[in-house]
């Protein structure tokens, strides 16, 4: 959000909840790395009515929604300290990235952002990447377009 996505989501975050030995899932996953396959062993993610069952849905939502809110509140605290009041006020100025061992930057210093309907005019030459990609962008296709 601080780089300006209107809205952003966490579907991963919330398997997990911290809990005194470590992290256990929210909802029971194991990692079995089958997510994929419809064979979920613990329910989690698979369309199987059989499977389903391992999935205890009331003592789950219990812990999702415990999750959420402390994720929230953790939020609300990490604004706080901000001196914000909202994440729609989050800006670049705000992410503190490590880019050495010794150095920290705000990514408002560290990446040139576009202003709104930049990329619709014709020069996007002060962005090297945006002006790379834009060149080689269609709407006929997804792949990049050789340039000549």
């Known amino acids: 959000m601080a780089l300006g ?11 997990f909840a911290l809990a005194a030995r470590g992290f256990m899932f929210a909802l029971g996953c194991i990692q ?17 009515p059989l499977r389903q069952r391992a999935l205890h849905v009331p003592s789950k939502a ?3 929604q415990e999750f959420h809110a402390s994720t929230m509140k953790a939020l609300a605290e990490l604004l706080a ?6 994440p729609g006020e989050l800006r670049p ?10 150095e920290v930057t705000s990514l408002a210093t560290l990446y040139k952002f576009l202003k709104p309907s930049e990329l ?9 990447v945006f002006s ?6 269609s ?10």
């Not at 300290?81 to 909202?86: K, N, T, V």
């Not at 100025?93 to 010794?102: D, G, L």
């Not at 709407?139 to 000549?148: E, I, K, M, Q």
Request: charged residues 20%; aromatic residues 6%.
């Open 5 to 15: 996505a209107d809205g952003c989501n966490s579907a991963r975050g919330f398997m």
């Open 32 to 48: 079995a790395q089958t997510c994929h396959t419809g064979r979920c062993p613990t329910g989690v993610t698979t369309q199987d």
């Open 62 to 64: 219990e812990r999702v």
């Open 81 to 86: 300290a901000a001196g914000l009041r909202h």
């Open 93 to 102: 100025e705000h992410i503190i990235r490590r880019v050495s061992a010794t």
């Open 120 to 128: 619709l005019g014709a020069d996007t030459t002060g962005h090297r």
């Open 132 to 137: 790379y990609s834009w060149a080689r962008s």
């Open 139 to 148: 709407a006929d296709t997804f792949s990049l377009v050789a340039t000549g």
